[in-house]
Every structure is written in C-alpha cells, then in structure tokens.
C-alpha cells in the first residue's frame, strides 16, 4: 500500500467556524467545496494546527476561535489534478502527496471493509493520502474528518476505478507554506 503520513492535521474546525478575514459565525461547512475552503484560509493568512484548534464539529457551531499567533501553515496555491483519471490521481498521490476531495459521503456512517457503493450527492470534503490493493480490489485510502474513533483510525477505504462517491470529481492539490515550525 501506498500512504502519506500527513504528520501534522491542520484545524478542519477552523473551517466549519471561522470566515474571510477570520469573521466568527460561518455555520459550519455546509457541504464540499474546496476551493472556498482554500480561499478562507487565504484571507485569514493562515491555519491553525488540529491539536491548537480541535475538531467538534456541529457541537461547536459558533465563533471563530482561530489565534494568529499559532497559524501553522497559509495556502500558496491550489489547482485541479486528474479530474476525471483516478489513474492520474493515483500517480499523483504516489509520487508527490494527498489530495483533497469532495465526495458523497452520506453512506459512510456504518462503513466497514472496502466501501463498494454509496450515493452521488457531493456533501463532505476529505483528503486521500494513499491507496492498495486487497485480494482482488483496489481500494483509495481517504482521511476523514470526523474523528478516529470512526471508520478505520479515522480512515476510509474507498473502492478504485469507478468514481464511487465522486471522488474523482473535482481533486485538488494544495500547496501550503510552514509558518513557524514545520509543517508536513
């Protein structure tokens, strides 16, 4: 199997709270889209490392509580790769790094195993940081959100080749710059 230990997670959660310029009372995420994902971190000049800024989702839909002082990382750039080609995503992933997606992830909630159906209603953005085979299936490694209690560590495999849940949609390559300490 191919994976990307993403050492350091930045604050998913300063994505559901926080706006441009850091204003409080975004609502949560409402959906996938990351290229609104990207330019909120743009404006605010930076990110929030997970540990500094923790996940809670919609038990902590409110104000933006983001501190400048501990941004780890700002957006330099993000553009699309292999929209469409699972294959060039997968060369991607194995010879530079994750990429961020925005599936249909309505299905997810009693996953096991290699998920080999889901709906197509994009609604959630998650990261794919690898893939493998297993027996006779390809399957994606993708880092979810939601906390590593759920799904495997906090992962999901994904069955390879068919779009399932649209996950070769709209993928994105992101490039961050270290603020401070570094940031993988």
Known sequence: MVQ??????LAPEQLVNCRKNG????????????????????????????????????LSLGRCKA??????????????VGKGD??????????TGPLSV??????WQSYSGILTSCDNRVDHCVQVVGYGD????????????????WGEAGHIRIKFGSNLC??????????????????V
Not at 134 to 149: D, F, I, L, P, Q
């Open 4 to 9: 990307h230990d993403v050492r350091e997670v």
């Open 23 to 58: 204003g409080s009372f975004r609502f949560g995420c409402t959906g996938g889209n990351t290229d609104k994902a990207f330019e909120v971190i743009e404006s605010m000049g930076g990110m929030n490392r997970e540990k500094d800024y923790p996940y809670k989702g919609s």
């Open 67 to 80: 501190k400048k002082d501990k941004y780890a990382a700002k957006v330099t750039s993000f553009a699309l």
């Open 86 to 95: 699972e294959s060039a995503m997968k060369r991607y992933v194995g010879s």
């Open 102 to 107: 925005c599936v249909a992830a309505g299905s």
């Open 134 to 149: 297993e027996g006779a299936s390809s399957y994606w490694k993708v880092r979810n959100s939601w906390n590593t209690n």
């Open 166 to 183: 649209q996950i070769n949609s709209e993928p994105r390559k992101v490039t961050v710059e270290p603020l401070g300490q570094s940031v």
